[in-house]
């Protein structure tokens, strides 16, 4: 179960007009070391655990194993996790032979948008839309677990 993505910046809210679904969805971490990461999310009325490993040096793979439980164990689960909580409505666009999920963050990381496309393999192309920012993947600094503990609000920009 290897997780092959790519992440952006987002550069206007074009991608709205073309999205096929949002979500609301609230996650925070049992554990954030750099080898290992497991979070607790609520997508809508749905939970999820999720374990997700290191990245490769380029930051476009992981190992990533994840199983559905119920809301109440979710809701559960989330008072256990450690200070820093996400929220963001994702929003699923279809571009191509591919489907990106933009989240915009709320919260403490508001006015943060990242899209994500999940690929097959490393080099494989996609078409990329016009509200595609700079590429940011392998950039610690925009994964969900670090931004839980350093908010984009309280960077420097």
């Not at 952006?8 to 609230?26: C, G, R, Y």
């Amino acid at each position: 179960m290897i997780e092959i993505e790519r992440k952006f910046l987002v550069i206007s809210n074009a991608f709205k007009a073309e999205a096929t679904s949002q979500t609301k969805i609230k996650q925070g971490f049992l554990n954030t070391h750099p080898e290992r990461t497991v979070r607790v999310r609520l997508k809508g009325e749905q939970g999820f655990l999720t374990v997700k490993g290191k990245s490769t040096s380029d930051g476009t793979s992981r190992f990533e194993w994840e199983t559905q439980v119920s809301k109440t164990e979710a809701e559960n689960l989330l008072k256990l996790c450690e200070k820093g909580m996400i929220d963001k409505t994702r929003y699923e666009v279809l571009v191509g032979n591919h489907t990106f999920e933009i989240d915009v963050f709320s919260g403490e990381n508001a006015g943060l948008i990242i899209a994500e496309v999940e690929l097959n393999h490393v080099t494989e192309v996609f078409k990329k839309p016009l509200w595609l920012g700079d590429e940011v993947t392998g950039q610690s600094q925009y994964y969900n677990s670090q931004l839980s503990k350093r908010p984009y609000n309280t960077w420097n920009k």
